[in-house]
């Protein structure tokens, strides 16, 4: 193995045997009631075995207004914590750890008519979201921190913030979509006053060593890219400010990325690495290959977050180490297939599972 990849890396208050992180992706795998199935289980237990160092699960569900999938894990009330006891177990046999990534839809939810949103504004397909109110938005706050306490009970070696990918947090925190007028809105301060509302709640209710990790937006869709590179360098060092464990970045436009293309954010991540370089960074996006892997570390980064590779090949890590690239084509039907056959989540899996049926 290689020795950047296979060096353990201490955090604040947790140790990862080695920089491989399995970024979150929605598995499509739990049952209508919010619990993990045992396909679900049995996908931790391969990925590490696989030599996956620190499994962050898909996103987790914290209010029952804010689902984004009928398939989606909950944790928005205690029966659903003993599942995550019952995961931490399977990976913890392996020296890995379990990070559940908690995660409200916004107006992304599904499930009931009164969506709500930063601000007020016009959706797809012909439906509209109010603005949530202050109070409305303290609330989410507890049901964050709630299902951060919840998981602390279960085991679990920390949390991770879905602040990413137009959920709800990302949305405040992003201008594209943010234009309150008031303490949650204008600046980049206010812009992320949620977020860390979220983190600090975390710390008084766990206790500041219970570890919490954001996934968050590199990029935006504003025109100004130079100024959203500045609000990132000061969310970077607020997070450090803040005690957060690790920043995984990712970006809003990895679906629509080149097939062919690798590492969609790398550069992006060197200037904040240069930028806030005390801040312990993961990123995800395009990683195919060891030399991708080793490309992330050498830039300064702490880790390197594998997303759709996982999908295609769950012992995709060791496939790696032995020269061998990723199979996933980025062709992002593992978003798509899972509703058409169930269980089923990558083009290859369907492809092979067709052609024995031909036999």
Request: net charge neutral; aromatic share 6%; with cysteine.
């Amino acid at each position: 193995m290689s020795n950047k990849i296979e060096s353990p890396l201490q955090l604040a208050d947790i140790r990862l045997k080695n920089r491989v992180i399995r970024s979150a992706v929605h598995s499509f795998l739990a049952d209508q009631d919010g619990y993990m199935t045992e396909a679900e289980y049995a996908m931790y237990e391969t990925l590490a075995g696989s030599g996956i160092g620190t499994i962050i699960t898909g996103h987790c569900c914290v209010d029952p207004l804010g689902r984004a999938n009928p398939d989606q894990v909950n944790i928005y009330e205690d029966c659903y914590a003993g599942q995550f006891r019952r995961a931490a177990d399977i990976v913890h046999a392996q020296g890995a750890v379990l990070i559940p990534q908690i995660s409200h839809a916004g107006p992304r939810s599904i499930g009931h008519d009164d969506l709500a949103d930063v601000v007020a504004r016009p959706l797809k397909k012909g439906r509209n979201a109010r603005m949530l109110t202050v109070e409305e938005i303290h609330a989410i706050e507890r049901r964050f921190i709630q299902a951060a306490v919840r998981l602390q009970k279960a085991g679990v070696d920390g949390v991770q913030l879905h602040a990413a990918h137009s959920y709800l947090l990302s949305r405040f925190i992003d201008p594209t979509f943010n234009q309150r007028t008031d303490e949650y809105g204008g600046d980049v301060a206010g812009r992320f006053r949620m977020t860390e509302r979220i983190i600090r709640g975390i710390h008084e209710a766990c206790g500041p060593s219970f570890p919490v990790l954001i996934k968050i937006n590199i990029d935006t869709k504003q025109e100004d890219h130079a100024a959203y590179r500045e609000d990132m360098i000061w969310i970077l060092s607020r997070c450090r400010e803040l005690g957060v464990s690790l920043v995984e970045l990712s970006g809003v436009d990895f679906i629509n990325q080149p097939k062919t293309a690798t590492l969609y954010y790398l550069d992006e991540a060197k200037l904040l690495r240069q930028a806030v370089p005390q801040m312990p960074l993961s990123l995800v996006g395009g990683v195919r290959s060891l030399a991708d892997m080793e490309a992330v570390l050498d830039a300064g980064l702490d880790a390197v977050s594998l997303g759709r590779s996982l999908i295609a090949e769950p012992d995709f890590l060791p496939k790696a180490l032995a020269g061998k690239t990723s199979v996933c084509l980025s062709c992002n039907r593992c978003f798509v297939l899972p509703h058409m056959h169930s269980g089923i989540r990558c083009v290859w899996e369907w492809k092979a599972r067709r052609a024995k049926a031909a036999q």
